[in-house]
């Protein structure tokens, strides 16, 4: 009922930046919450940030001060903004999100492909 396909991802040097877009369609009334997560292999899917239709955002420690998330409602679409990108953040990036799909039906965890980002020299 709700397809996300995120873009953005690739490799860039200690340092740099990358924007991920992710977005939302199919057939649903409004998307509540999008976020994003990440997997770094061996390791088990960590949150990194989420955003809610209100603009209230939480972010993981470990990328306070460095990430920036945001949405456009009217286009149902997330960003994440990554600056100042550290070894440790390689990973394959998730989009999550949780929608209305009827005035009565809230679904959660709908997940996207993913879209990798390495960070190296």
């Known amino acids: 009922q709700v397809q996300l396909v995120e873009s953005g991802g690739g490799l860039v040097q200690p340092g740099g930046s990358l924007r991920l877009s992710c977005a939302a369609s199919?057939?649903?009334?409004?998307?509540?919450?999008m976020g994003w997560y990440r997997q770094a292999p061996g390791k088990q899917r960590d949150f990194v940030a989420i955003i809610d239709s209100d603009g209230t955002i939480n972010y993981a420690d470990s990328v306070k001060g460095r990430f920036t998330i945001s949405r456009d409602n009217a286009k149902n679409t997330v960003h994440l903004q990554m600056n100042n990108l550290e070894p440790e953040d390689t990973a394959v990036y998730y989009c999550n999100a949780s929608a209305r799909l009827t005035p009565s039906l809230w679904r959660y965890n709908y997940w996207g492909q993913g879209t990798q980002v390495t960070v190296s020299s």
């Open positions: 199919g057939r649903f009334l409004s998307i509540n919450t």
